[in-house]
């Protein structure tokens, strides 16, 4: 992302960038030589097109995530991905609130459909905000009929809150400590649009 770009897109940036490292998503960087990855994200990758061609393209059923779907066919033909740091584009992010919201949510989505084909590449950690919805949701009926599940929300929600506190914080201090609000409500719709986002996409069909 060019140094350039608007405080809003360099934090969406930050935060897409935060959240695939700890789904395990590492994408290599601030490498000076080749080197093979599992991996290259769609927005900036070359691909021969012969390969293309024996594979099939792209999967148009995924709603997202088809570039990892690809990459992960090519590896299973026997061929490599390769990073250069020689090839540099500048990618732009989303501008607003509702696109980065629709963009994360069609993340999910895409996700899950790509979980459901690979089971054996599930990474659980992507289930946890999808978990926590539901569990809260759980917390609150299971309230009416006894108030100590409203204790434990209450305990949950908490804890959440301080989990973005702190994970706002030290993604601010990267940039600016004025950007701290925007790290907060990135992180926090973040975590609604993947959740519901990922349930949705059990049974989503493109």
Request: aromatic residues 18%; hydrophobic residues 50%.
């Amino acid at each position: 992302m060019s140094p350039d770009a608007p405080i809003f897109e360099r934090c969406v940036d930050l935060v897409l960038r935060f959240l695939s490292n700890v789904a395990g998503s590492i994408y290599i960087s601030n490498m000076e030589y080749i080197k093979s990855t599992f991996h290259n994200p769609g927005c900036n990758v070359m691909y021969r097109k012969s390969v293309l061609d024996e594979l099939g393209g792209f999967n148009e059923r995924l709603l997202t995530v088809e570039d990892e779907e690809l990459d992960f066919r090519i590896r299973l033909k026997g061929y490599k991905i390769l990073f250069t740091p020689f090839a540099t584009v500048y990618h732009k992010r989303r501008s607003n609130w509702k696109d980065f919201t629709k963009q994360v949510y069609r993340y999910a989505i895409g996700r899950m459909q790509f979980m459901k084909m690979y089971f054996s590449l599930r990474q659980w950690v992507r289930f946890m905000p999808s978990f926590l919805i539901l569990l809260s949701l759980y917390f609150l009926i299971a309230s009416i009929f006894n108030s100590l599940f409203l204790k434990i929300l209450l305990i949950e929600i908490l804890m959440g809150i301080v989990g973005l506190v702190v994970t706002a914080y030290y993604l601010a201090i990267k940039i600016r400590k004025r950007s701290f609000y925007i790290f907060f409500i990135l992180i926090f719709v973040a975590f609604w649009a993947w959740g519901i986002g990922f349930i949705r996409g059990i049974w989503y069909n493109k």
